[in-house]
C-alpha cells in the first residue's frame, strides 16, 4: 500500500469562492487519481492526473471547473473553482503504486462543505 | 458501460456471526478486476480484497471471502466471525483495464451494522 495525506481534511467554504486540495504520497507512485463522493453517495471519478501533462477528466467534468496539477511523482492538486453548495462532497486522491493493473489506494479524504 | 449493482443499501448481524453482501455487474468484457472496499465513519477507503477475472479461485483475506461467479456476473463478500470494526459502508467496484484505462465503477454501498 501506499501512504497518502490530503489537506485540508475539511472545509467550509463561502459560494463562489475556489479551494485547492492536496494530495501527497510517501513514495513515487505511477498514477493518481481524484474521486468525488456526494453525499450519502458513492464515489465517481472525476479526472486521472497526469504528470506533467494535462489531466484526463471524465464525462461531466471540466478543466475550468476542476483544475488539476500534478508537477511530480508523489504530489497533485485538485481545485475546486468557483464553487455552489453542490459541490458539497468529500473528495479523494487515489493512488496506483506499482504496475498498472494495480490496487487503487485511497487518501484519507476532503469533506468540503460550500455555504 | 459498466455498471456496479449493490441490492442491499443496509445490513446488520450479530457479532461473531457470517454476513454476506451481494454485488452484480455488467459487462460484455472478459478480462476485468473486481474489489471490495470499506470505508468506515472516517471516510478512509480501505481496500477488503480483489479478485481477477481470469481466476477461477474465490479471493481470500482472513475473515473476508468472495464468492465470484462469473457467468452470472455475481461478486459477493462474505465476512465471517463479524467483529464490531468491522462496521462501515462497503463498495464493490469495477475496473476494465481496456486502453490502459484504471477507472473504478463503484457500487451504491452497502451499510453494515454489527450488533454486539
Known amino acids: 500500500s501506499a501512504v497518502i495525506s490530503q489537506k485540508p481534511s475539511r472545509d467550509i467554504c463561502q459560494r463562489g469562492t475556489s479551494l485547492t486540495i492536496q494530495c501527497q504520497v510517501d513514495?513515487?507512485?505511477?498514477?493518481m487519481f481524484w474521486y468525488r463522493q456526494q453525499p450519502g453517495q458513492s464515489l465517481t471519478l472525476i479526472a486521472t492526473?497526469?504528470?506533467?501533462?494535462?489531466?484526463?477528466?471524465e464525462s461531466g467534468f471540466v478543466i475550468d471547473k476542476f483544475p488539476i496539477s500534478r508537477p511530480n511523482l508523489t504530489f497533485s492538486t485538485l481545485t475546486v473553482s468557483n464553487m455552489s453548495p453542490e459541490d458539497s462532497s468529500i473528495y479523494l486522491c487515489?493512488?496506483?503504486?506499482?504496475?498498472?493493473?494495480?490496487?487503487?489506494?485511497f487518501g484519507p479524504g476532503t469533506r468540503l462543505t460550500v455555504l | 458501460a459498466q455498471t456496479v449493482t449493490q441490492s442491499q443499501p443496509e445490513m446488520s448481524v450479530q457479532e461473531a456471526e457470517t454476513v454476506t453482501l451481494s454485488c452484480t455487474y455488467d459487462?460484455?468484457?472478459?478480462?476485468?478486476?473486481l474489489f471490495w472496499y470499506k470505508q468506515p465513519p472516517s471516510r478512509q477507503m480501505i481496500l477488503v480484497i480483489r479478485?481477477?477475472?481470469?481466476?477461477?479461485q474465490n479471493a481470500t483475506e482472513n475473515r473476508f471471502s468472495v464468492n465470484f461467479q462469473k457467468a452470472a456476473k455475481s461478486f459477493s463478500l462474505k465476512i465471517s466471525d463479524s467483529q464490531l470494526g468491522d462496521a462501515a459502508m462497503y463498495f464493490c467496484?469495477?475496473?476494465?483495464?481496456?486502453?490502459?484505462?484504471?477507472?473504478?465503477?463503484f457500487g451504491k454501498g452497502t451499510k453494515l451494522t454489527v450488533n454486539p
Open positions: 487515489s493512488v496506483i503504486r506499482g504496475r498498472i493493473a494495480d490496487t487503487q489506494y
Open positions: 513514495s513515487q507512485v505511477t498514477m
Open positions: 492526473a497526469n504528470q506533467g501533462s494535462e489531466a484526463t477528466y
Open positions: 459487462t460484455s468484457e472478459s478480462d476485468y478486476y
Open positions: 479478485q481477477e477475472a481470469y481466476k477461477q
Open positions: 467496484a469495477y475496473r476494465d483495464p481496456r486502453g490502459g484505462s484504471e477507472k473504478l465503477v
